[in-house]
C-alpha cells in the first residue's frame, strides 16, 4: 500500500517536473536564440518567417536529441520504468501501415469538420477571434522549413514528449487507462488555447492508445505523421473538390460523416492475434 502509494506521488512529481522542463526548454531556446540572432519579441509575436523556422528545426532537434539520449540512459540502468500494464481485449488489436492511414485521416476529417462547423457559428466570439488570428500568423510563416517541422520534426518530437516521456512517467504509478487520459490532457494544455485543447485532447487518447496496443511508440508516430500530413495535402484537395459540389458548410458536414465512418471502419476491423491467428472483429 505504502509502495503504491509513493509510486504515485512520484509519478505526478515526474508529470509536473517533465512538463515544466518542456517550456522551460522551449522559452529558454527562444530566448538563447533571440539573443544570438539579435531578434526582437515581435518577430516571436508575429510568427517571423525566417526566425520561427530557425527556431522550431533547433527546439525540435535538440529535444528529440535529449529525449532519446534520456530514454536510453533509463532502458540502459533499468530506473523509472513503467510499472503498470496493458490488459483486457481491448488493446489487442492488429496495428498496419494501411490501418494507421486511415485512422490519421478520419481524425483530420473529423477535426477539421467539427472545428469549422463550431467556428461557423461562433466566429465573432474572442476565442475563435484570437484562434484565428494566430492561424493566420502561422499560415503566413509557413515556410519550407516550417512546413518539413510540422510533418515530420514535430510528431516525432511530440510523440517523444507525450506518448513516450509523460505517459512512462504516469504509467509508473497510474493504471494504462487513467495514464492515457492524463498523457490526453497534458497533450491538449501543451498546444496553449482552448480551440486546440478541444481537438488535441481525443487526438491524444487516440495517440496514446495506438501507442498501448502494441507497446510501440513508433505507430504514434507514424499515425501522428499521417494526421499531420493529412492536413496539408488530404484536405485542401478534398475541401476544394467538396465544397464545390455541396457548398462549405454541407462540406464540413461531410468531412465530419466521412471521418466517423472511417474512425468505426477502423475500430470495427480491428484485428486480434491469438494463438498465432489474426481474427477481425468486423461488421458481417
Known sequence: MKQTVYRKILSIV???GGLLGVLVFQNGLIIIMMLITRTGLNAVRNYEPHFMSMFYIVYSVIGIVIICVFRYIRQRF???QPVSGKNGAF???EITIPGLIVLGIALQLLSTGLLNIIYYFAADTDVFRNYNELMKNIDGS?????LIYTVLL??????LIFRGLIMDFARYGFSVTASIIITAVSFGIFHGNIVQ?????PIGLVLAYVRMCRERLSDSIILHIIINLSSVTVMPVLSKVIAQVTGEMASYGMF???GVILLAMWFLKG???KNGEISNRALR
Open 256 to 258: 465530419l460523416i466521412l
Open 154 to 159: 514535430a510528431p516525432v518530437f511530440e510523440e
Open 271 to 273: 484485428g486480434v492475434e
Open 14 to 16: 515526474l508529470l509536473i
Open 197 to 201: 485543447f478541444c481537438y488535441a485532447v
Open 78 to 80: 533499468s530506473f523509472l
Open 142 to 146: 509557413m515556410t519550407k522549413s516550417i
Open 91 to 93: 488493446f489487442e488489436r
